[in-house]
């Protein structure tokens, strides 16, 4: 078999790759920068990771291409494109850009238009699976009910630019498998979480935004809060003993999954579910959701004298509270959630694959208890 991976850089990438490696296939890796640069951040990322157990030469069998998801033919010259698609059965699109934050044409740009570069390549391979990484947010406004798999609807509306990038790629997606007749999975994981603290320089995890924040806030150090207003710089209550309010409901929760589980859900439940004509949806979800009360108590063991409270409306703000809850304003706009997902495809895939452990507060105050590393491209 011939894999094509996109991403493998990223947080969730570099473990689909590993995950792929660990089952013997032979994949090639599209990313940008030369060949040699990719394969110094491919490798770094993925040798740092400690399971699955892989074979001492798995890493020198992958082979990396340069490509760019924004540019025409996803920046491939003829030759390369037809050796990387000859003889190619799976194609997995996992490159996308995740920020919560700024000028949407960016997410559109990597997101939309890139997932559509790279369904014009598996266009030139005809028996090649596609299985495309969106993510459960897709949901957009929807803070309550069941979301079921088959569920892709824009009614309720998106929070940020990010989720609706990640809506109308699935639906090029379905209208290329309907069009073509072609094979399509969709995996929609949900905020992908990590225990294990990673070195600086390799791909950071999605709640870093809420670390640097935190970081900044209680004044440890200038380097963790870079991307934050500079007006966040002025002096601050002394960091042994602070109360900080943040905006949201109080009964909310959020979904919230290991990374490392996740690539072994998606990879095997690929492994296991025979090609057919159409596009299967799968939520790569917990069954259980985190409140935001865990959270928020985590926080509280990472920072200590920091103490946290969540309230539906932040009356008199202090002159903290308001730049930090308008730095972060959509991230915070999660905290409304209470919704719940349907796993029913991803279950009848995985087989006897056992649910997760518990993202609980001793899980979070480990993910939490560390410098909250640069974002990382996928």
């Known amino acids: 078999m011939s894999v094509l991976l996109t991403g493998a850089s990223g947080f969730l990438g570099c473990r689909l790759l590993r995950e792929l490696l660990a089952r ?63 003889g190619l059965t799976t194609l997995w699109h996992c490159a996308a850009l995740v920020v919560l934050e700024g000028d949407p044409a960016p997410l559109h740009h990597a997101n939309v238009i890139g997932t559509r570069h790279v369904l014009e390549l598996a266009d030139d391979a005809p028996g090649a699976r596609l299985l495309y990484v969106s993510t459960a947010y897709v949901a957009g406004k929807r803070s309550t009910g069941h979301i079921m798999e088959d569920d892709l609807q824009d009614t309720s ?18 209208a290329w498998a309907a069009g073509g007749h072609r094979d399509a999975t969709v995996f929609r994981p949900s905020l992908l979480v990590t225990d294990r603290p990673a070195p600086q320089g390799l791909p950071g995890q999605p709640t870093d935004v809420l670390l640097r924040l935190m970081h900044q806030i209680m004044g440890n150090g200038p380097d963790a809060g870079a991307a934050l207003p500079t007006q966040l710089h002025a002096p601050r209550p002394s960091a042994a003993s602070l109360r900080y309010r943040m905006q949201g409901d109080p009964l909310g929760s959020l979904n919230m999954l290991q990374a490392d589980y996740a690539a072994h ?3 095997l439940a690929a492994s296991q579910t025979a090609p057919a004509a159409g596009v299967r949806t799968m939520h790569v979800t917990h069954p259980h959701n985190v409140t935001f009360q865990t959270v928020a108590e985590a926080l509280e063991t990472r920072f200590p004298g920091l103490e946290v409270s969540m309230t539906p409306t932040l009356h008199r703000p202090t002159p903290l509270e ?24 991803l279950l009848g895939a995985v087989g006897t694959l056992p649910d997760p452990d518990l993202v609980d507060h001793a899980y979070l105050s480990r993910a939490f208890g560390r410098t909250p590393a640069s974002a990382a491209a996928g």
């Open 24 to 86: 013997g296939e032979k994949v090639t890796v599209l990313g940008r920068g030369t060949p040699h640069e990719l394969r110094t951040r491919v490798e770094a990322a993925v040798q740092w990771l400690a399971t699955p157990l892989l074979d001492a030469h798995a890493m020198a069998a992958v082979r990396y291409v340069s490509g760019d998801l924004v540019q025409p033919g996803l920046g491939l010259d003829p030759q390369e494109r037809a050796r990387i698609t000859e």
């Open 322 to 345: 308001k730049l930090a809850a308008d730095f972060a304003a959509n991230p915070l706009a999660y905290s409304t959630h209470r919704r719940t997902y349907d796993r029913t495809n």
């Open 157 to 174: 509306g998106f929070q940020i630019p990010y989720e609706e990038s990640n809506y109308t790629a699935e639906r090029m997606v379905h």
């Open 265 to 267: 859900a998606m990879v």
